[in-house]
T-cell receptor, first 113, second 112 residues
């Protein structure tokens, strides 16, 4: 069965500093990988996805993620964090474009002034 | 509408009552998913509809939970004889072929 691990429950970053959120997955074949963001009281918004091709994918709001098959990782990065980025971030894996998502437990990002 | 719409946004019910949660997917999306988000369990898959195929019900936690999708569009998730452990945010999502799932704002269910 596929699984996703987000090892950091909380991360605090200073505004303007760089950010990296970690995600490791377990899946036998090439997975479909996603990052979603959830602000308080809101649903999940898709930041970016990897299906195939270039392993460095660009998303919305200045986020990017890199798929590393050798490390079974799909870490999310942003060069300069803004206060509005404070939210909970979820990494997810799917077997294909039509299959269900398996989510990690999430990482709560706090942004300090 | 432009996005996935869920109603109600909040629902408080008494233990033992039945509840119905509604999801209007993005027009034209053939796949529809229900997930549950709770503090202890994170985000869990419940049920998945794809076109006219039989739904994947493998995530439903008990036979008190059921869902239907009428006319390939609107879906209703029904929870019978609600229990306190059913308190959670219920999220609906829809997608097109080989694309990402778009989520609604969720329904926060509180069982008292």
């Amino acid at each position: 069965a596929q699984s996703v691990t987000q090892p950091d429950i909380h991360i605090t970053v200073s505004e303007g500093a760089s950010l990296e959120l970690r995600c490791n997955y377990s899946y036998g074949a090439t997975p479909y990988l996603f990052w979603y963001v959830q602000s308080p009281g809101q649903g999940l918004q898709l930041l970016l996805k990897y299906f195939s091709g270039d392993t460095l994918v660009q998303g919305i709001k200045g986020f990017e993620a890199e798929f590393k098959r050798s490390q079974s990782s799909f870490n999310l990065r942003k060069p300069s964090v803004h206060w509005s980025d404070a939210a909970e971030y979820f990494c997810a894996v799917a077997e294909g474009g039509y299959s269900t998502l398996t989510f990690g437990k999430g990482t709560m990002l706090l942004v300090s002034p | 509408g432009a996005g996935v719409s869920q109603s109600p946004s909040n629902k408080v019910t008494e233990k033992g009552k039945d509840v119905e949660l509604r999801c209007d997917p993005i027009s034209g999306h053939t796949a529809l998913y229900w997930y549950r988000q709770s503090l202890g369990q994170g985000l869990e898959f419940l049920i998945y509809f794809q076109g006219n195929s039989a739904p994947d019900k493998s995530g439903l936690p008990s036979d008190r939970f059921s869902a239907e999708r009428t006319g390939g569009s609107v879906s209703t998730l029904t929870i019978q004889r609600t229990q306190q452990e059913d308190s959670a945010v219920y999220l609906c999502a829809s997608s097109l072929a080989r694309s990402s799932a778009f989520f609604g704002q969720g329904t926060r269910l509180t069982v008292v």
